[in-house]
């Protein structure tokens, strides 16, 4: 079955430091990847996706995540953070089920930024 | 605005009384979903739905009911809520298609029901 793995639950970072969160994934084919962030009492906001093409993705908000076949990862990065990045990011996996198309998600990491 | 409509926002109950969360959606989507969130568990698929009349359950479905009578409305049934449906609840749509430009999920602002 198809999951999605965020070994980091909570990290803490200075803010104008640099950040990377980890995703792995498991699935047999060719996944779609995304990342969303959920900002404190927000919904869920796109930052990136990756379908095909050049693995390196950028996304919104300064964000790039790299796609690694060999290594089953799709980690987000950002080259410096600002304080309004607190909040909970999720690295999502869509796949295709018996009934079409699904997503699940992993459990999400929890960023803190120190001033 | 293209936009995911979630009600009530925020809900407390007691046990067993019937509930529902309705979700709407004005993107004319076919694929909507309902998702749990709970701290260290991100969030988990209850029910989703692939087009009118077609639903199926995801994860954790037990405890909840959903329907699909028109593309636009996917509400979520509690018939006899427990305090363990505790939690943060968002509805999702996207596009049918699976092309790059369609394949991402609108997710609607959250509901946050207590079930004492």
């Known amino acids: 079955a198809q999951s999605v793995t965020q070994p980091d639950i909570h990290i803490t970072v200075s803010e104008g430091a640099s950040l990377e969160l980890r995703c792995n994934y498991s699935?047999?084919?060719?996944?779609?990847l995304f990342w969303y962030v959920q900002s404190p009492g927000q919904g869920l906001q796109l930052l990136l996706k990756y379908f095909s093409g050049d693995t390196l993705v950028q996304g919104i908000k300064g964000f790039e995540a790299e796609f690694k076949r060999s290594q089953s990862s799709f980690n987000l990065r950002k080259p410096s953070v600002h304080w309004s990045d607190a909040a909970e990011y999720f690295c999502?996996?869509?796949?295709?089920?018996?009934?079409?198309?699904?997503?699940?998600f992993g459990p999400g990491t929890r960023l803190s930024v120190l001033p | 605005e293209a936009q995911v409509t979630q009600n009530p926002r925020y809900l407390i109950t007691v046990t067993g009384k019937k509930l529902t969360v309705t979700c709407s959606q004005n993107m004319n989507h076919e694929y909507m979903s309902w998702y749990r969130q709970d701290p260290g568990l991100g969030l988990r698929q209850i029910y989703y739905s692939m087009n009118v009349e077609v639903t199926d359950k995801g994860d954790v479905p037990e405890g909840y009911k959903v329907s699909r009578k028109e593309k636009r409305n996917f509400p979520l049934i509690l018939e006899s809520p427990s305090p363990n449906q505790t939690s943060l609840y968002f509805c999702?749509?996207?596009?049918?298609?699976?092309?790059?430009?369609?394949?991402?999920?609108?997710f609607g602002a959250g509901s946050r029901l207590t079930v004492l």
């Open positions: 999702a749509s996207r596009d049918r298609s699976w092309s790059s430009g369609a394949n991402v999920l609108t």
């Open positions: 999502a996996v869509g796949f295709r089920d018996n009934y079409g198309q699904n997503f699940v």
């Open positions: 699935y047999g084919a060719t996944p779609y």
